[in-house]
């Protein structure tokens, strides 16, 4: 970016002596003075008859410029029409190139962007995929639970173990581990 604007000042920089350049030649070639007397004419009968509609002044003959003053006037106007183009065609150079700059810009994001999509879909199916499998593990864990429960309340039946006031007890309950009241009352006697 610095180059850029370093080119930009030099081209304005070299532009000044070429317009300068441009009012010697005016003044040196023929057919070059020509094109600027016939220029400063056509200019001068404009400026006078748009300064005679403005102003409301009343319309006169117009005396066409001395050629000294029409040559000096028209090779300013080249010169400064030349200063003029060159700094337009900069200001255009660097009005594209700042946007191209962005689309480019625009682009790359537009494609972070779409890799990040790919990559949030990819994270939401394994989400998915593990989701399923935890799933298959809560039920496989109610079952094992149902059937220890069921294997307790039938030893209890045939008399394998006396416990009263027992609750139920479930297993891998989430947050709390179960104690019965027997075990509780236990562990109290153990440390007195």
């Known amino acids: 970016m610095a180059t850029a604007k370093l080119g930009t000042l030099l081209i304005r920089t070299l532009a000044k002596p070429i317009s300068n350049q441009i009012k010697v030649q005016a003044k040196q070639h023929e057919t070059f003075r020509g094109f600027c007397v016939s220029l400063a004419q056509r200019m001068y009968r404009g400026e006078v008859k748009l300064r005679t509609n403005l102003l409301g002044e009343p319309a006169k003959q117009i005396r066409p410029l001395s050629?000294?003053?029409?040559?000096?006037?028209?090779?300013?106007?080249l010169a400064e029409g030349f200063l003029f183009a060159v700094a337009a065609a900069l200001i255009l150079t660097e009005t594209w190139r700042s946007s191209r700059s962005q689309t480019k810009r625009r682009d790359a994001v537009d494609d972070q962007l779409d890799d990040l999509k790919e990559r949030?879909?990819?994270?939401?199916?394994?989400?998915?995929?593990?989701?399923?499998?935890?799933?298959?593990?809560?039920?496989?864990?109610?079952?094992?639970?149902?059937?220890?429960?069921r294997i307790v309340a039938i030893g209890m039946k045939g008399g394998w173990v006396e416990v009263k006031d027992v609750p139920k007890i479930r297993l891998f309950e989430r947050g709390a581990v179960s104690q019965t009241p027997n075990r509780a009352r236990e562990d109290g006697e153990r440390q007195s």
């Open 67 to 77: 050629e000294t003053k029409a040559i000096e006037n028209g090779a300013n106007a």
């Open 120 to 149: 949030l879909l990819s994270v939401e199916e394994r989400v998915k995929e593990v989701g399923d499998g935890l799933e298959g593990l809560v039920a496989r864990n109610e079952e094992l639970t149902h059937v220890l429960e």
